[in-house]
């Protein structure tokens, strides 16, 4: 399905109509996955007003991966803030998707470029729930993928990284073509990382266990939400290596990411998690972090940045 256009685009630290906002066909990025970006989500919240979530953790986190992939960016973290909160007032937005990127361009096309200029560009439009409305209620199939996460010292995974996400793709088309919603992927040594865009965890009993930080895994703002909300509801969490045959044998397991928010996962290889159906904890959890990004929450007002929507 084609996504929803919106107005405008802010390109390079100007505004373009969606349509315009194009670039060279030999642009560095586009070849060899120069580039970097971020997933946002804005709300419309209970009382009306419009906020994105946690958007300084995710410009952070886009200057970071930019730093650590030496890919110059011009625009520091409050900058990009302020043009992210003006895309979603420009295009009138209550609530949307937000995609920030910046990517080597055009100029010379060797894979060590070093002078092309990077471009940067913030798109935002309407997008409903990443692996369905019905996956978020009754839970959705996954695999183990046969494909691996890269060792910790062939990709940078603490970056939100483009060409990062071609091995993504191996593992998600590989599960949709056998008839599942997602891949779990292992890392190297055969413990679970995370899914081709969420972050994974299992729970026990009244303990959440899930992958380090240290290992081949983004650090996922949703994942650090959902622990934070867990402690607070008097969950223990827990970050350490998991094999495949502790999520099997899981009371519940969900699957979390700004794109797909909370999402349980019902069976995993075939195997039957827990009942088969979302876990009371996961459901509990999903309460709570729909209450936070869009409902009456206001305990974690320090998360939300409001904007108006331009008249
Ligand atoms: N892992 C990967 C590989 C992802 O692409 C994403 C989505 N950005 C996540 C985890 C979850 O990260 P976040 O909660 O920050 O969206």
Redesign the pocket.
Known sequence: MAMQKSPWIWMDGAFVPWDDANVHVLAHGLHYGFGVF??IRAYQRADGRSAVFRLRE?MQ?FCDSARIMTLPLAYDVDTLIAAVLETCSKNKLASCYIRPIAFCGYGALGVGTLDNPTQVAIAAWPWGAYLGEEGLKNGVRIKTSTFSRPHVNSQLHKG?VSG??VN?ILAKREALAEGYSEALLLDTNGYVS??????VFAVTGSTLWTAPFSGP???????H?LMTLAKEEGFEVRETMLTRDTLYLADEVFM????AELTPVREIDRRVIGKGSRGPITERLQARYFDVVKGADDKHDQWLSFYDLET
């Open positions: 971020e997933g995710h986190r939100k990062h996400y993504s995370e899914a081709t865009g969420e972050n895994i983004l650090s996922g703002i949703t994942r939400t979390c990411g700004t794109a």
